[in-house]
């Protein structure tokens, strides 16, 4: 019976740290791409931030562990390179994004991925690097859409969306899993293949299609071609025999994507412009 009663305590405390984070709001300003959906938030973003740092450190120092991070000087000098033209373009959909504390790093993989986790923690791998022979353009196009998954703290808002919110999704590397989209196995310990670090739950396909949007109008305010966007996803299609990689699998289909993506990039050209006449 005291069990019970604490048991219930427990999740009384739960429930009243969930009311308090509990809130709807707009993360991002709409842009040129009018992004103005407002969303629901269960918890702070202070608290998902600090539960992504954590679990980013854990990841990277798994991949250094197996000599699996950053191996090729020149290509992670590239990406990163990319992104510090990339970041400061955040500021048009939200005044603090500019100044996180980005991080960004290669991790050699043969899978074609790509992830940001809340708070501007960024991972590219080397398999949609070299599998697709991405250009700069593209690899700006396929880094500006998962940036804008943590603008839009699509992460934290998909906590709220996992069923129940129990008290067993609420602790430890559960957390993670519910959060970010870390398989919640490897949310426990954070480790395993580099394969398998950072498999990401699948985003909504309203989420794909905010990330789409923002992602084109962040690659052309900094000076990226937004219509490579395009010829990245025509490119996965070839690759994936027409279908999307496990990870992209309940993502928008590939025809309605770029179609979409032709819009938007045709909305965001004067952007692209202005920036490449500014260089």
């Known amino acids: 019976m005291r069990l019970f009663h604490v048991r219930q305590c427990g999740l009384a405390v739960l429930a009243a740290i969930l009311a308090a984070g509990c809130a709807t709001t707009r993360t991002t300003g709409g842009g040129t791409v009018g992004v103005e959906r407002d969303q629901t938030m269960l918890v702070s973003s202070a608290t998902v931030d600090r539960s992504a740092a954590k679990a980013y450190r854990e990841t990277m120092g798994e991949a250094q562990r197996k000599n699996l991070l950053n191996r090729d ?7 990163r390179a990319i992104a510090r033209r990339l970041i400061p373009m955040t500021a048009a959909f939200r005044a603090d994004a500019p100044g996180w504390q980005w991080e960004v790093n290669v991790v050699s993989s043969k899978e074609l991925n790509a992830w940001c986790m809340p708070g501007g923690k960024i991972a590219v791998y080397t398999g949609l690097i070299e599998q697709l022979q991405v250009s700069d353009d593209e690899l700006a196009g396929v880094m500006g859409h998962e940036i804008a998954h943590a603008l839009r703290e699509h992460g934290r808002e998909k906590a709220g969306q996992s069923a129940g919110l129990n008290v067993a999704a609420m602790l430890g590397g559960a957390l993670i899993g519910a959060y970010f989209g870390v398989d919640a196995g490897l949310g426990q310990s954070m480790i395993g293949s580099v394969g398998d670090l950072a498999f990401m739950r699948p985003n909504s396909r309203e989420m794909e299609q905010e990330a789409d949007r923002i992602g084109v109008e962040l690659a052309a305010r ?3 071609d937004p219509y490579a966007a395009i010829s990245l996803w025509e490119k996965m299609g070839r690759v994936s025999g ?5 990870w992209l699998s309940t993502h928008p289909s590939h025809q309605s994507r770029i179609a979409d993506l032709r819009v938007y990039a045709q909305r965001v050209q004067p952007l692209y412009v202005a920036a490449r006449a500014a260089h």
């Open 242 to 246: 027409g279908q999307p990689p496990q």
């Open 73 to 79: 000087a020149q290509q992670t000098e590239r990406v």
């Open 222 to 224: 900094a000076g990226y």
